[in-house]
């Protein structure tokens, strides 16, 4: 133990712990769980929680969650974002922004938009949630322009055609980030026809995380949404 | 000439004149004029109009049309769509059905959507046009609202991330015609993002014609839009 | 039960169902049974029925059949397509339609074309099924000419290297919607070369789906073979 | 001239001029000069400049400039972002916001970051550049700390290998927009390594464009920047 | 010149010229004339003929042809084929075998098909050609049966959909060549759509070739042509 | 049974078995074993042989075969090649004809490699095999001299650089097949790489089939190796 | 037995085990261990040990290694590398050079740089290991400048963006082997992501093996750690 | 000019000139001519060579040289390699170190090759240049034997299928840097069909470079031959 004073990472021999991330980009080291066993996964979070009052494990089992919580028993498993979450900072430190709206296209997105969701969450930002608003039922989205002019952020998930953000781009006024989903089949190719889609988007103000990544995206959502105020020169 | 009574087809050398086609589809064989010289061009529709009454050359330049018109008189150019057409059939011959609407997203699809109005009015088709109406403003897609309910079938060209024929094919109950277009740059790998988007769409009642091909969606607009009455069993 | 009257949906948790499609687009929400457990597909099949008298649940396994059938009595399996449909219509109610074709290049493309028909017929369709009539046995299709000639609008499925709906395209005066299906292996590339095939064919009148969706397929066609009588000018 | 008060766009024949994108966005219309011929661009810039007192021609050649030019006086052409810009609001009007960093691996990005640049300048924010700092030489990277711990969004350029917004992103906690260029050759296939590279970032905080977005970029990292300040609940 | 007695070729400085493949393959060096000048062109054949009595070069310009035909009196240029061909042989030392047919979809697949013909006719096969037989017209291709029926072996040659070949596989028990062509537009991506389609025929007996590869065709049309009879064990 | 006499395929429900195809092709219908059921399979195999003395099931498990050699007791099971194959026919009904030569880079590729040995001799060819001959050790290669120049037709077979067929085709003047297989990891793509460097061989007298299709090769092989002498003009 | 000392190769029936591979490459033949069985994997170790003094199988598991362990008591098994070694020379006979240095991004990299590790050992290399030295935080790859001065070859293994390469390679003056891996999700379509960016390194000095490739990466690092001293002329 | 003495590098305006990579990496910067007018091409070898006493410029057309040489009286210039190339250093300086092999398949190969070889010679090696063995002609490069002994590292060059690696790599136990090149049609894609050959290659010790890569290749070699002593420990 007395090594984490020098050291800026824990060695469990199947991973080093990075206890500096938190410094560096003010919030701690991430566990991705896909492809770690529901022990690894435990024992990473518990070593992590030891520098940290705060964890977020993405991707993660329902195995994995029973593993964790038998360790850290203040855990929270959110089953369709498939995150274990933990957060032990006192109320009095936590300031949250309200702003980040996410929105998703179909019922399959879900999972990744509510990754985007609890990421968010976890970084002091009060989330709004609309889902399935994809654009072949364009009055389901146009019926939510009060909560799209409420967000100081917008994050739009949507698989398939993903032509969401390229809507969602041309009501809003502020940043809009796009992830494209793996949802579909055929041409989809996995969600490439989602993202290149997004890539593309003839609306202004879109930047595009990788496929499926809910967590990438609610991290820049954050990030964007806690901006201190501009300076005016 | 005489061999031309016993032969499908008519040899100018360097091309086969397929003159049955008419026979077999309801439609002459069309010139795609790209990569033929304004010469051939020229020699090749000559041929055609001996033996029918409508001439359609596609992808023509304006020196093709030069060429063309010297030898054909009465041969018009759409500058826009690129296109040759002649049409010398009696006006009481012609039996004109209403119903195609031929919608584009951007300005620079117009070639690609001109084509494909110009092909379904020599098909007999009254084509309504409604341009410059992409997602990213999408209000003034709902203002054709309608346009969109007038037609029978509508063709939807868009580029870049090819989101226009989801939103269209949410609001209408007719059949949709999707054309991706090669408009775009990067990651629209000239026209692949928008195939791909199209493929995919959320929205159901709609086919999916080659990228650029609005000759193809106008053909087979008019062939949907003059399809007899169908038979209640 | 109450808020349903409100909302255009009913919230499962785990999915919104969308009571309101049919009034938009003709025809109730269709279940992708893909990726979906067997409750969920009974709960959201129980719910879309009190709301219509139409059900199509499509990808549906044996297991999913049997969670549906123990709710819905008179739901309807089709093994090879792999579909649940129930219909409570009076036969009166329904105004059946002939002139759709279904026609398949090899055995392998049968759940597909099966998707397609059956989704055609709850569509109000009479469907003619053609099954095996692959382009590299060319006289098996061509001695199809009758059924061919009776079409008023052809389904043309097929895999590997996708050539079917160019021979029927050359064959026919009516629409005809390709359906690339990922049968094969190695550079077919799960359908890429049957689906690259079928937007470059060099017939006319034809209109691509995404790969192995004979759902697109069988909607696009009945919505076309029920179009009313076109109107003269 | 009367009709632009009943109609929100200007038709030029070749181009409707769409004057109501600056009330929905905040900034009007841009003119994507590739593909446009001088006097295209000239009309349609002139036309802009009636309705709207700021003008942003990307992509414009230095034959497009001297076309723009001799209609519009106070038009100003930055031969390395081939931006063509016009501001005539008041001084006082513009409420200059610092905190864009626009940063480039290569000299051969340098049209894309300049793009940028311009863009984020005419929509009132001061960006602060620092070109040629790629990863193979991270010194000088690094030597930039002083202007990375200013910046409040990060505009990260690069071609080839694309792996500037990965290191940058782990050096900042301010959102990075990563920018592919299609500089390199082979396998770089016209900027597709640089994207891929940019998506698969493991570094967080990073949204991604599209290929040579300059102007998208730009736009992004403005409407970031000039966010208002978030409201602690 | 003497040098030539040792070593397998000759020096040019800017090619080696192999005397020795005549040898090793049965037919002397072929030039592929694409991105070499005329003037090198010339040389190199020059060169060739002082070690053998045959000459072939592949997609040669006119004036690659000019500049070949002033050094060599004999030289014939096929405009169509983009051939040049020399053939100093005694109609005594040639053995010409029957039995090669080359067939083609569309007119612009010419090119393709006469580089195979002249190819094969250089190795001593009589060639039938038989063009313009695209499936979209299927009785056209029926209507050489004949042909087919003669045929030793079958090139076919095809853009676009590339279904020929499969077709024509169907209906012959002798070894079919399958060429695509780059011919087509926007999903063809030069010829991957029928390289593709050709790879995955449903059809046995077909072996494919690069895309445009007529040389290659003709050459294997040859070798199997002209293979002695088997043995019987 | 008696409808089998008028139709030229029997109908088992879950396939059309084509007992017409050995008329038109000279060998009776393959079946395809993969994604079938051994049930399945031993159905389809037994209506086969009621019309055939021969029969070929290719990509077969063992379980296939247990249930196949339940009703087929003269059916032989190849482990390697994965093939099920019989042969009724008297010895001297067969004509077997030596000379075709089937060779493989790797262990690793024999499948495929005896796939296609099994089908050329049940086509009644006499086939040599040398295996395991990978160009990074080219005297083994190279050691197999006499056996290259004894072969009327090789089947040259590889995976991962798939670079065998050039260096075979380079060292003999009889026909060349090549079948990429999708031996390989990473860049090899499932078997792209071979087949890409298969079609751009430097070496001349190349057909190329599809990843894996040791079938279609050793059909092909059979062909050519079958040709009756040609005829001198 | 006899045998051996006349063939280059052992048959197992299976495989053909290459004794000579040691003599031409200074390296026994490696058994590639993924899609082998245990007992395959057990019988090739054994007769390549009766053979060689040294044994390597890469892509080992647990099952693998106790099937060799029951036959070859002193084979070790790196859990993390997969890989099996056997090396039974005396410590007079190996003449160990220092230099190696294997260097990876993240902690799921490391079954591929241990596999690097482990062969470069066996192939008498002193290895050094970095792991865990991604450039999103660069300053822990800074801080391992005394083991890049060190190197005499540099091992660098990534997957996601890939760019640990072009990082080290603008610090070193030696040989840089970039090995990508599959190691990401999405864009990083399998390490394709990881592999372009190597391929594009703005850096000099760099050669890139297969994704995955560990193996080819080791062997590489030490041939070229074990150059003779160089001639000066 | 007093400022270079604090900065790194010298703005030119156009382009940063980096004096210290000489530093870093033993070697100059590097002028890629690709896209740079020969004005500036000029203007930077002027600044560079003010600071070194090697330059190097790639890719320079007879147009660049021109520029150059009116500013520098000593450069020289490769035709064939598009190198311009100066080396000011006493010949007491230079310390030649013999050992590269640069050998190529075909004559089209010889651009990259060269520019392997002069990149190599200005790092002070000497190399042998062995020419169009590719290995349709296996006999070419065996008969090589004797340089392939002498060589201490070998630039393999290849386009097409780029098989040449493979096979150089079974002979050698020297470090092969393969290079694919553009070289091809069809298929090839620019050099992707002998990029992933090479990427597959069976042999072991390859590293691969981007395609066309003369220069890194050169450059890898150099690196790897003037590698000083290894230390045994």
Same mark, same amino acid.
Do not use: W
């Given at each position: !133990?007395?090594?984490?004073? =020098? +050291? @800026?990472?824990? /060695?469990? =021999?199947?991973?080093?712990?990075?206890?500096?991330?938190? +410094?560096?980009?003010?919030? @701690?080291?991430?566990?991705?769980?896909?492809?770690?066993? $529901?022990?690894?996964?435990?024992?990473?979070? /518990?070593a992590l929680l030891k520098q940290s009052d705060r964890l977020l494990v993405t991707r993660a089992s329902p195995e994995a969650y029973e593993a964790v919580h038998s360790k850290i028993a203040d855990a929270a498993y959110d089953e369709?974002?498939? *995150?274990?979450? %933990?957060?032990?900072?006192?109320?009095?430190?936590?300031? #949250? %922004?309200?702003? %980040?709206?996410?929105?998703?296209?179909? *019922?399959? =997105?879900?999972?990744?938009?509510?990754?985007?969701a609890v990421t968010a969450e976890l970084m002091d930002c009060e989330v709004e949630r609309v889902f399935d608003v994809g654009v072949a039922g364009i009055h389901r989205l146009l019926d939510q322009k009060d909560a799209l002019n409420?967000?100081?952020?917008?994050?739009?998930?949507?698989? !398939?055609? &993903?032509?969401?953000?390229? #809507?969602?781009?041309?009501? #809003?006024? %502020? @940043?809009?980030?796009?992830? $494209? *989903?793996?949802?579909?089949? &055929?041409?989809?190719?996995?969600?490439?026809?989602?993202? +290149?889609? !997004? +890539?593309?988007?003839?609306? *202004?103000?879109?930047?595009?995380?990788?496929?499926?990544? &809910?967590?990438?995206?609610?991290?820049?959502?954050? #990030?964007?949404?806690?901006?201190?105020?501009?300076?005016?020169?």
């Amino acid at each position: !133990m007395d090594r984490l004073r =020098d +050291l @800026p990472y824990e /060695d469990l =021999d199947f991973a080093k712990v990075d206890h500096h991330r938190e +410094l560096r980009k003010g919030f @701690p080291e991430v566990i991705f769980g896909l492809g770690k066993s $529901p022990g690894q996964i435990a024992s990473i979070a /518990d070593a992590l929680l030891k520098q940290s009052d705060r964890l977020l494990v993405t991707r993660a089992s329902p195995e994995a969650y029973e593993a964790v919580h038998s360790k850290i028993a203040d855990a929270a498993y959110d089953e369709i974002a498939r *995150t274990i979450a %933990v957060d032990r900072r006192q109320p009095s430190e936590r300031k #949250v %922004v309200s702003g %980040v709206l996410v929105i998703c296209a179909g *019922t399959a =997105d879900l999972p990744v938009a509510c990754e985007a969701a609890v990421t968010a969450e976890l970084m002091d930002c009060e989330v709004e949630r609309v889902f399935d608003v994809g654009v072949a039922g364009i009055h389901r989205l146009l019926d939510q322009k009060d909560a799209l002019n409420r967000a100081r952020v917008v994050v739009a998930v949507a698989g !398939m055609e &993903g032509a969401l953000p390229s #809507v969602v781009g041309g009501l #809003v006024q %502020v @940043p809009v980030i796009a992830v $494209p *989903t793996s949802v579909g089949y &055929g041409a989809s190719f996995d969600g490439l026809a989602a993202l +290149l889609a !997004m +890539l593309n988007s003839c609306a *202004t103000g879109i930047g595009v995380v990788n496929i499926d990544n &809910g967590f990438g995206a609610g991290y820049l959502a954050a #990030v964007i949404n806690r901006l201190p105020q501009p300076q005016l020169d």
